[in-house]
C-alpha cells in the first residue's frame, strides 16, 4: 500500500522560506513521478511544481518560479520543495502526489496522480 506523508509545514513571515519534506514508501518510488500541489481556503487544488522519476526533469506553475525548487532523493525515497521569498497568497494545504504511470513523461496533470499525502500547512504571514 502506497503512503505519502508531508511534514515541513508551518508559519512563516513573508519572505522567508520553508523546506517541505515528503516521504513515501509502498512502492518502487524511483519508477514514478511526483508533484506538489496546494490549496488555499476556497479554492481549488492547483499544481505547484513536478519532478519525473529520475530527477532529471522538473516543471513549475508560474507562480513559484524562482522562489521554489522541488527535488528527490530515490535512495531515501524522499521528495523535497524548497520554498523561498514566501507570499501571504502561498498560505495554503500542501499535498505530494505520486505519479500512477511507470517513468511518465511530461508536465502531466492532476488526474495523473494515483497517491495523495494528507498534507500539510503552510502559512504566510503579511
Known amino acids: 500500500q502506497v503512503q505519502l506523508v508531508e511534514s515541513g509545514g508551518g508559519l512563516v513571515q513573508a519572505g522567508g522560506s520553508l523546506r517541505l519534506s515528503c516521504a513515501a514508501s509502498g512502492r518502487t518510488f524511483s519508477n514514478y513521478a511526483m508533484g506538489w500541489f496546494r490549496q488555499a481556503p476556497g479554492k481549488e487544488r492547483e499544481f505547484v511544481a513536478r519532478?519525473?522519476?529520475?530527477?532529471?526533469?522538473?516543471y513549475y506553475a508560474d507562480f513559484v518560479k524562482g522562489r521554489f525548487t522541488i527535488s528527490r532523493d530515490n535512495a531515501k525515497n524522499m521528495m523535497y520543495l524548497q520554498m523561498n521569498s514566501l507570499k501571504p497568497e502561498d498560505t495554503g494545504v500542501y499535498y505530494c502526489?505520486?505519479?500512477?504511470?511507470?517513468?511518465?513523461?511530461?508536465?502531466?496533470?492532476?488526474?495523473?496522480?494515483?497517491?495523495w499525502g494528507q498534507g500539510t500547512q503552510v502559512t504566510v504571514s503579511s
Open positions: 519532478i519525473n522519476w529520475s530527477g532529471g526533469s522538473t
Open positions: 502526489a505520486l505519479d500512477r504511470g511507470f517513468r511518465s513523461p511530461g508536465r502531466g496533470t492532476q488526474g495523473d496522480y494515483g497517491f
